[in-house]
């Protein structure tokens, strides 16, 4: 099973930037898309940011179009979330996830990590 550690989250004012970091035990290449969701209190978790790992193709929700870019590390097996001018409707648990297909479906999630804006 694939194991994705994320890293990176905490307490940020708003208007401030974080990054945040997705360690995956197992090369990029295995994987098909890696992405970035957010789940706040009480809501249902959302996409926030997709990269299509074979093309760098990346797709963003249009709630952080313009202030979150995904990018990847090959050689880190890493992706990473940049989240700048960050406000405080941004406030939830962070989960990176990863999808390869071996003759079916293959969805993996991370423990999540915690991003709260606030002054």
């Known amino acids: 099973q694939v194991q994705l550690v994320e890293s990176g989250g905490g307490l940020v004012q708003p208007g401030g930037s974080l990054r945040l970091s997705c360690a995956a035990s197992?090369?990029?290449?295995?994987?098909?898309?890696m992405g970035w969701y957010r789940q706040a209190p009480g809501k249902q978790r959302e996409s926030v940011a997709t990269?299509?790992?074979?093309?760098?193709?990346?797709n963003y929700a249009d709630s952080v179009k313009g202030r979150f870019t995904i990018s990847r590390d090959n050689a880190k097996n890493t992706v990473y979330l940049q989240m700048n001018s960050l406000k405080p409707e941004d406030t939830a648990v962070y989960y990176c996830?990863?999808?390869?297909?071996?003759?079916?479906?293959?969805?993996?999630w991370g423990q999540g990590t915690q991003v709260t804006v606030s002054s």
């Open positions: 197992e090369s990029l290449f295995r994987f098909s898309t």
């Open positions: 996830n990863s999808f390869r297909w071996l003759g079916r479906e293959y969805y993996d």
């Open positions: 990269i299509t790992l074979s093309t760098g193709s990346t």
